[in-house]
């Protein structure tokens, strides 16, 4: 597919109720930013745990309505999305076309890419193909380790119906699907930070089954 000028996006910041991160500075980003393009396709990435951030992928096909998903789970060390360069972190997006599309996830000064084809259903991450067919949900782990970020898994979390997957927060509406999935969040540890350990706290209640 011969990939067409990127689309311009259209991006609006849901803010959580987590009033106190303005205290943070750019300590790091806790909400969620909803990326929407013209071929009916939305992403959004927030940090969802102590060790996790989370990024989301939605594709809406136009023949018969029904919608391609996947979560990626990318897990490192407690607070790992605060060190680096660029710590306030953040997501973006470029469209390649109607049936295709990258995604970028930028968090404590690291970036990872998720290159999507819809029309295939296959996404691309960390140089393997995922099958869209039978997973929707991918885990990554050691993403800050010396040897780089490195898929441990894949699963197919059964989706909510369409009418309770909340659009505000599909991240924290497919996670509380499965408590493997928050499992893997590893909500049981801490960051050094007291402030943004509060509000981890209350991320991850938001994600718990």
């Known amino acids: 597919m011969r990939p067409a000028r990127p689309a311009r996006l259209q ?3 849901l803010t959580f109720t987590l009033a106190a991160i303005l205290s943070l500075g750019a300590a790091a980003d806790l909400s969620a930013q909803i990326h929407e393009t013209a071929s009916h396709g939305t992403s959004t990435s927030r940090v969802a745990s102590p060790t996790v951030v ?3 992928a939605s594709h ?3 023949v018969n309505g029904s919608a391609t998903t996947l979560l990626v789970l990318w897990r490192g060390t407690p607070g790992w999305f605060m060190k680096g360069e660029h ?3 953040g997501t973006s ?3 390649l076309g109607g049936e295709s599309s990258l995604q970028y996830v930028t968090q404590g000064g690291l970036t990872f890419a ?3 084809d819809y029309q295939k259903k296959v996404a691309k991450i960390l140089n393997q193909e995922i099958a869209l067919t039978s997973t929707n949900v991918v885990l990554v782990d050691f993403v800050d380790g010396p040897n780089g970020p490195t898929i441990v898994g894949s699963r ?3 989706p909510a119906p369409s009418g309770q997957m909340s659009a505000r927060d599909p991240i924290a509406a497919m996670v509380r699907r499965s408590s493997e999935l928050f499992d893997y969040l590893r909500c049981d ?4 930070d007291p402030a943004m350990q509060a509000m981890l706290a209350m991320v991850c209640a938001q994600m718990r089954p």
């Open 93 to 95: 997006q470029s469209s």
């Open 11 to 13: 991006t609006s910041c």
């Open 87 to 89: 710590s306030a972190g």
């Open 54 to 56: 989370a990024s989301w």
């Open 60 to 62: 809406e096909n136009d």
């Open 114 to 116: 998720i290159a999507l």
């Open 189 to 192: 540890l801490s960051v050094p």
């Open 156 to 158: 197919w979390v059964e």
